[in-house]
């Protein structure tokens, strides 16, 4: 059987179709895996702050909640750190944490303050930070390709919306709870 001229150009072009599709198959999983070690980095960033904030305040805070804050701070992020680095690593990336200008700023502008008033810009920028990460967090329970990511990514919205919740409670019901 003759294919003619025609039809050899369709034939072609078809099987150049279904192998660019054959690609763009391959190249999603690949391009999912590239989201969840950049969503991985920012993370890390992001708990990187935190941890040098929990460290300044259990170092510099005028008050001892600010402090024990600060403290727990160290403890939970430090955790936090070792997980997101053995995600980070299992999903091709270092697992090294890094700040981005942004957050450096961030730090540095804690740092300067003394007394109350470092206690009120820690205090804030804890809070804000926890607004953040939660939307974060929230972004990649829908995005994650691993299901390792995913489910770490849903545990950490849980947390992170009982911080925000207990952020919320006016001053006067948080000092009840101690």
């Known amino acids: 059987m003759r294919i003619s001229g025609w039809s050899h150009a369709g034939v072609c072009a078809a099987l150049l179709l279904a192998a660019g599709g054959a690609r763009a198959q391959a190249s999603a999983p ?5 989201t969840d070690r950049i ?3 920012r993370a890390l960033g992001v708990n990187e702050l935190e941890l040098r904030l929990g460290r300044l305040a259990s170092e510099r805070a ?3 909640d600010v402090k024990a804050m600060g403290e727990k701070m160290i403890e939970n992020h430090g955790a936090l750190k070792r997980r997101l680095a053995e ?3 299992a999903a091709g990336a270092s697992g090294d944490a890094t700040l981005t200008a942004e957050q450096q700023q961030t730090f540095a502008r804690v740092e300067a ?3 109350a008033a470092f206690d009120d810009a820690f205090r804030k920028t804890v809070d804000a930070g926890h607004v953040g990460e939660l939307a974060m967090y929230r972004d990649e329970v829908t995005r994650a390709a691993s299901p390792q990511l995913r489910a770490f990514a849903e545990e950490r919205v ?5 911080a ?3 952020q919320q409670q006016p001053a006067s019901a948080m000092s009840q709870e101690r």
């Open 113 to 115: 303050q003394t007394g």
């Open 30 to 34: 690949r391009q999912a895996e590239r």
């Open 87 to 89: 995600l980070a690593r």
């Open 158 to 162: 849980g947390k992170l919306e009982q």
């Open 39 to 41: 969503f991985l980095e």
């Open 164 to 166: 925000v919740a207990k």
């Open 62 to 64: 005028a008050s001892p």
